[in-house]
């Protein structure tokens, strides 16, 4: 079964940091570019970050971008987000995704896991 | 890097049509032949239905189609179900290793 299942969201305060990792099953996950994606509470989807098969193309949020970094460990089938100076409207369920598409291609998201929550709070 | 343009909400009957529109500019939607839609219900993970503006992947029903003109992309949801009640999601990609999400369209079913 193809699965993405994440972990490592929580409750933390703004200016800290929080990692959040997905592991993939159930296909070739070095054949596909990831990413990571977030919805605030009662909002939109909102594209955060994504790297290909080789994490040689990586791109960012202008929102996240040198706060987050985004990483992947093709050997252990995992994806991970580091999220390092927090901020209130960092709040939202991050959803990791897989590319449709196989190689370069950075679109199109068919599988998704069922989210971790991060909370950004004092 | 803003995001796409989509109606807040859209509706029709059981067995009508609905189209919904995602609007962008020419470095994402107007630039790129990557357009893809997504069908998000409440408190699920969102599922892709539409990828490179047109094609269905394996399992969507063909009453989902999708088309671009310039800078605007369209799903239309033919013969509405009760089950295609949800938020629908345009997403393009935008050149640099970017992608963009719409704002969203929350379909009723009337």
């Known amino acids: 079964e193809v699965q993405l299942v994440e972990s490592g969201g929580g409750l933390v305060q703004p200016g800290r940091s929080l990692r959040l990792s997905c592991a993939a099953s159930g296909f070739i996950f070095d054949d596909y570019a990831m990413h990571w994606v977030r919805q605030a509470p009662g909002k939109g989807l909102e594209w955060v970050s994504g790297l290909d098969w080789s994490s040689v193309n990586i791109g960012y949020a202008d929102s996240v971008r040198g706060r987050f970094t985004v990483s992947r460990d093709n050997a252990k089938n995992s994806l991970h987000l580091q999220m390092n100076s927090l901020r209130p409207e960092d709040t939202a369920l991050y959803y990791c995704?897989?590319?449709?598409?196989?190689?370069?291609?950075?679109?199109?998201?068919?599988?998704w896991g069922q989210g971790t929550v991060v909370t950004v709070s004092s | 890097q803003s995001a796409l343009t989509q109606p807040p909400s859209a509706s029709g009957s059981p067995g009508q049509s609905v189209t919904m529109s995602c609007t962008g500019t020419?470095?994402?939607?107007?630039?790129?032949?990557?357009v893809s839609w997504y069908q998000q219900h409440p408190g699920k993970a969102p599922k892709l239905i539409i990828y490179?503006?047109?094609k269905r992947p394996s399992g969507v029903p063909d009453r989902f189609s999708g088309s671009k003109s310039g800078n605007t992309a369209s799903l239309t949801v033919s013969g509405l179900q009760a089950e295609d009640e949800a938020d629908y999601y345009c997403s393009s990609y935008a050149g640099s290793n970017f992608n963009v999400f719409g704002t969203g369209t929350k379909v009723t079913v009337l």
């Open positions: 490179e503006v047109t």
């Open positions: 020419s470095s994402d939607v107007g630039g790129y032949y990557y």
């Open positions: 995704a897989k590319s449709y598409v196989t190689g370069w291609r950075m679109d199109a998201f068919d599988i």
